[in-house]
């Protein structure tokens, strides 16, 4: 028996929705232990939207706003010009330098002696 695959590769409300950007999977077999990573990772209620297919990069939403994490360098984004998944989908798939970044706080710092 295959695992349960949620996609979210097209919004259900429009059938007008950007693909998947090029070098991303939205298609996840298991999202819960990425999402606890992101967590603990950043403070932030992680919703995994994609993941860089062979990369170490995640691409999640909180509240209203997306955020970008490297799982190797261990840094993270907010993404500025990103209202809605559409919109997100498109910058992506711009590539280097189409998306407008904030670095986030260092989470963990308080934690090292």
Do not use: C, Q
Request: net charge negative; aromatic share 10%; charged share 25%.
């Amino acid at each position: 028996m295959s695992p349960t695959v949620a996609d979210i590769s097209e919004d259900a409300h429009s059938s007008k929705s950007p693909p998947v950007p090029t070098g991303w999977t939205a298609g996840f077999t298991d999202n819960n232990n990425a999402e606890t990573m992101l967590n603990y990772s950043t403070g932030l209620t992680a919703n995994l939207e994609l993941t860089e297919d062979g990369g170490s990069r995640y691409i999640f939403s909180s509240g209203k706003s997306y955020y970008l994490w490297n799982t190797t360098s261990e840094d993270g984004w907010r993404i500025l010009n990103a209202k809605d998944r559409d919109e997100f989908y498109i910058n992506v798939a711009k590539g280097k330098g189409g998306l407008e970044l904030e670095e986030l706080p260092d989470f963990g710092s308080d934690l090292e002696g």
